[in-house]
């Protein structure tokens, strides 16, 4: 049975002070596609009990996937028992997928252990995925020639608009859309904002926003497969 590593936000602040964290349903639609057929295994920089997002807690209590992802026994398991990314050898796992949340923007983004990390998984030919402000967490991976993961590759993650519609630009150190085609990526995304997008080249996976991470669960499996 194949083996991914769902990698979490430790941050609970963004740059104002707000309170942030992983966003609820980035991290339970696409256990929920994955978790029958697959193993699964959490991560964050601090290890244990990654700070959840509450404001996603409250736009999702509607949402059936991610209040049972609440309640989960195995679920509340792994995340006692998550692992400090430090400890997390490539080798164990066939796919990383980093959760979304304005959380990864402002530890994972710039932290060297995370950095080496992803970067050992594309190193190893590993599915690297991601979804919403997850990419973030992907800035200083590398290739073995010491380029940018993203040069000359098609991704998407949260887009500029949909950062202006929920007013958290100044609470971010970037814009993930803005940054990640400094580094040359091609950026592309749905049609309309909070539309699903969903965005596969070669090993690099990553969704758009909170509607796409079923998707990116879907398109894990398929390439695992």
């Known amino acids: 049975m194949p083996s991914v590593l769902f990698v979490f936000t430790s941050a609970n602040k963004t740059l104002t002070g707000a309170e942030t964290g992983w966003y609820l349903p980035e991290a339970a639609h696409p256990y929920y596609v994955l978790a029958p057929h697959v193993n699964i295994d959490f991560a964050s920089p601090a290890g244990p009990n990654p700070p959840l997002d509450p404001a996603s807690v409250e736009a999702f209590k509607e949402d059936k996937q991610s209040m049972d ?16 990314i430090s400890d997390v050898k ?34 190893a030919n590993k599915i690297v995925s991601a979804v919403c402000h997850g990419p973030a967490a992907l800035v200083q991976a590398v290739d073995s020639n010491g380029k940018p993961i993203f040069a000359g590759r098609q991704f998407t993650g949260f887009s500029n608009e949909e950062e202006n519609q929920v007013g958290k630009v100044k609470d971010v150190p970037f814009l993930l859309e803005d940054k990640i085609q ?22 690099l996976i990553t969704g758009q926003n909170p ?4 998707g990116v669960g879907e398109a894990i499996l398929k390439a695992l497969k």
């Open 90 to 123: 490539p080798n164990d796992y066939d796919a990383i997928f980093y959760v979304g949340g304005h959380g990864p923007v402002i530890d994972l983004a710039s932290d060297p252990v995370n950095a080496k990390l992803a970067s050992d998984f594309w190193a």
């Open 211 to 214: 509607a796409s991470a079923a």
């Open 182 to 203: 400094s580094l040359g990526g091609k950026y592309t995304k749905a049609d309309k904002p909070w539309g699903p997008k969903v965005v596969v080249d070669g090993k």
């Open 69 to 84: 992802f609440l309640k989960d026994a195995t679920v509340k398991q792994k995340f006692q028992n998550a692992r400090k």
